[in-house]
């Protein structure tokens, strides 16, 4: 499910407000943005108490989150071990990035058919908030803009097979910007490119919303490669 925030895109129809979420929805999003962000690092052993306590969720909301995040490859849940917050290995890398960049093609092509006015106002409004931030940019917030970009076009794709698989690759593709931000260049030309991929698909363009799509993955891939290159690699 995409939650488009309303503190940047502002209220409108399409937004679907955190707090009207299920509850196992809520813990699945606030644990997931903890393991994204590094504050469960890779290793890490999650204990269902605590995150009951410290999220203020029931045992089955809490059970129910963990059990997505598994599928999603950011837990791993070992019977009788106990749950652990998954490694981050260079292997990894390059399946994920063969995956990830044909089927965000893949979903650059429905949406460029399928996307409506809506859900290009809602991109263009997104890229309104990076143009207005003050230099220099903050790397969080356009790492924020880049996540709603994509997010919109998975929604804009209308498969939810296809928006669900993309959004657990993209989990994983985020996990590994946080955790080599500190020796990543320059992030605000990968931002840029979302304002040609949204023309694009205005346009109703495929060709060039695939390709161009698919090239800002493969740069984003190219960064990390480069970054992994001059950092520690985990597990």
């Given at each position: ?13 399409a ?42 969720f ?59 006015e809506?859900h ?16 220099p ?99």
């Amino acid at each position: 499910m995409i939650i488009v925030p309303d503190e940047l895109l502002g209220e409108g129809p399409a937004n679907s407000p955190e707090q009207n979420l299920p509850l196992s929805q809520k813990a699945y999003l606030q644990i997931r943005r903890m393991i994204v962000t590094g504050n469960l690092p890779p290793g890490a052993i999650l204990d269902e108490n605590m995150l009951q306590r410290e999220l203020g969720f029931g045992r089955t909301p809490i059970r129910e989150a963990l059990q997505r995040l598994s599928w999603e490859k950011l837990v791993n849940i070992l019977p009788r071990r106990g749950i652990f917050v998954t490694d981050i290995g260079i292997t990894d890398l390059q399946r994920l990035f063969e995956m990830r960049t044909n089927l965000e093609g893949l979903a650059a092509r429905l949406a460029s058919q399928r996307g409506t006015e809506e859900h290009w106002h809602l991109m263009e409004v997104a890229l309104a908030k990076f143009s207005s931030q003050e230099e220099p940019q903050d790397i969080e917030n356009l790492i924020i803009i880049d996540e709603l970009c994509h997010q919109i076009i998975y929604r804009a794709s209308d498969n939810k097979f296809l928006g669900d698989t993309l959004e657990a690759l993209y989990a994983l593709c985020l996990r590994l910007w946080f955790y080599f931000l500190p020796n990543l260049g320059d992030q605000v030309g990968l931002i840029h490119q979302h304002r040609k991929v949204l023309e694009a698909l205005r346009g109703k363009d495929i060709q060039s919303a695939v390709g161009l799509l698919e090239r800002h993955v493969l740069d984003f891939q190219n960064e990390l490669q480069e970054a992994m290159l001059n950092s520690p690699i985990p597990g």
